[in-house]
């Protein structure tokens, strides 16, 4: 079995920064792609950044400027570093990944909080 456990998520003001973290666990082979993706309350989940393998990079217009993701093979870990947060950024932040088990699966994690709010 393969976890993805998201933290970092939490309550900030406009133009306040916060980094989430999603780390995997379990039997895994190989972790390809990974990304983050947000839902706000009463709109469709949305793709907020992509990263490769090989660290190639894509970002939703939205946040592009804003936000990095990053990761660590070594770790099974991913990151999104979230700066000049906006009250539009409120959402459930959700971990996504590509992971080689015994097959080639797509896994989500539990989503974290985050809300910008003064």
């Known amino acids: 079995q393969v976890q993805l456990v998201e933290s970092g998520g939490g309550l900030v003001q406009p133009g306040g920064s916060l980094r989430l973290s999603c780390a995997a666990s379990?039997?895994?082979?190989?972790?390809?792609?990974m990304h983050w993706y947000r839902q706000a309350p009463g709109k469709q989940r949305e793709l907020v950044a992509r990263?490769?393998?090989?660290?190639?990079?894509n970002y939703a217009d939205s946040v592009k400027g804003r936000f990095t993701i990053s990761r660590d093979n070594a770790k099974n870990t991913v990151y999104l570093q979230m700066n000049s947060l906006k009250p539009e950024d409120t959402a459930v932040y959700y971990c996504?990944?590509?992971?080689?088990?015994?097959?080639?699966?797509?896994?989500w994690g539990q989503g974290t909080q985050v809300t910008v709010s003064s």
């Open positions: 996504n990944a590509d992971i080689q088990v015994t097959a080639r699966y797509s896994y």
């Open positions: 379990g039997r895994i082979v190989s972790i390809y792609a």
């Open positions: 990263i490769t393998y090989t660290n190639n990079t």
